[in-house]
């Protein structure tokens, strides 16, 4: 292992510069001691670094037994990158079904905001509808625009092209992963959960703020709070009133993920079994879809595909099904073995490994763009 990573390499890190702050970041207190005792006892909100270091070696180990670290793009081969970053929501939506997926337009940020008006006309868009990085990741930069000022507020600030976006409104989202071999007709569901927003409910007493600051699973995104809600801040919900603090429901974004193990059954592979063969390349990755039911979803109905992330994607049930830490690393490790399987499968049949130069390349453009995202997300105040 130790010759495969050269001293002066790009995978060469100092790993306690990295590790110690990340450290310090996760067990400092967060909004005194019950933001601390939150963030403490519940590992899945720790940062992603540390569950990686654990696991790491084991990623090294399939990249090399496949000799090359970029063994994954073998995995979805009609996806940039195997799906395993950076890749293009456009790409992913024109090789679904349609009807599977939001009624969706694709504008650039370079052109005139009168022209994302006449696409809005021509596609007969209404508000509200969301908008999103054509390219990105976590949430950030979703948002929710229910008037023209906001989306050309979006429009000039976004600095990438972008999608405008039907907004689903059906009442459930959950997420599917899924893996079929090559070769084989049936594939296999290996999670299934739901998600619920972060939210806070009004008590007729105390503004926004008094509520987040209450509200343990808010004490490490404080600020990410306080710049979106920043004109809100004041208000005094009524009590009842259900007030969302992220239209996103990723886990990065403070959603909450609930198991649907028990709901597993034939109906609902047959669905991703007919997904993965009309693409005929999606082989290894995660669904997160709305739907109006459970039963909806099954009988393959009243469903919307939101995303599909591939190979990067994370199997989201090790968050949702009580797993601790080591059994969430263990489950993690076995879904690496099976993309492992698929892309050597997909490599013996001609479909080649990036090389290691382009892949760095665009690994570094990536890291770029999504930093800026991140940036642009935590100061803007749009919501």
């Excluded at 595909?305 to 190979?311: A, P, V």
Aim: proline share 4%; net charge positive; with cysteine.
């Amino acid at each position: 292992m130790e010759s495969a990573v050269k001293k002066n390499s790009p995978f060469s890190v100092n790993l306690g510069r990295i590790l110690a702050p990340v450290m310090i970041r996760t067990i400092l207190p967060f909004r005194g001691i019950r933001g601390a005792w939150f963030r403490l006892t519940h590992w899945e909100t720790w940062d992603w670094r540390i569950k990686y270091f654990i696991i790491g070696p084991a990623w090294f180990w399939y990249c090399l037994r496949a000799r090359s670290f970029w063994f994954f793009t073998a995995a979805n081969p009609t996806i940039t990158f195997g799906g395993f970053d950076g890749e293009s929501k456009k790409e992913m939506y024109e090789q679904l079904p349609p009807g599977t997926y939001p009624k969706s337009i694709y504008a650039s940020h370079n052109m005139a905001f009168k022209e994302v008006e006449k696409m809005l006309i021509s596609h007969k868009f209404t508000f509200p509808f969301a908008v999103k990085p054509e390219v990105g990741k976590m949430g950030f930069m979703f948002r929710r625009i229910n008037t023209l000022a906001a989306l050309e507020e979006y429009h000039h600030k976004i600095g990438c092209n972008y999608i405008i976006q039907e907004l689903v409104t059906h009442p459930l989202e959950v997420s599917v992963f899924y893996y079929r071999l090559p070769h084989s007709p049936k594939g296999t569901i290996t999670g299934f959960i739901k998600k619920e927003f972060l939210e806070v409910t009004g008590d007729g007493k105390s503004t926004l703020l008094q509520l987040i600051l209450n509200y343990p699973r808010v004490q490490f995104r404080l600020e990410e709070m306080k710049a979106k809600h920043r004109e809100k801040m004041h208000l005094i919900l009524p009590e009842g009133e259900v007030f969302y603090l992220s239209h996103a429901l990723n886990l990065s974004r403070g959603g909450k993920l609930v198991s649907l193990e028990q709901e597993k059954d034939d109906r609902l592979l047959k669905v991703f079994d007919d997904l993965s063969h009309y693409t005929g390349n999606f082989y290894y990755g995660r669904y997160d879809i709305k739907c109006r039911s459970i039963e909806d979803l099954k009988r393959g109905e009243n469903f919307s595909i939101l995303e599909y992330n591939g190979s990067g994607a994370e199997p989201h049930h090790v968050y949702g099904n009580g797993y601790n830490l080591l059994q969430a690393c263990w489950i993690l490790v076995a879904h690496w073995e099976m993309l492992y399987r698929i892309s050597r499968m997909n490599y013996e049949k001609g479909i080649l490994y990036w090389d290691f130069r382009r892949g760095w390349k665009f690994l570094r453009g990536t890291a770029k763009h999504l930093k800026k995202l991140q940036q642009l997300d935590s100061e803007t105040g749009m919501t």
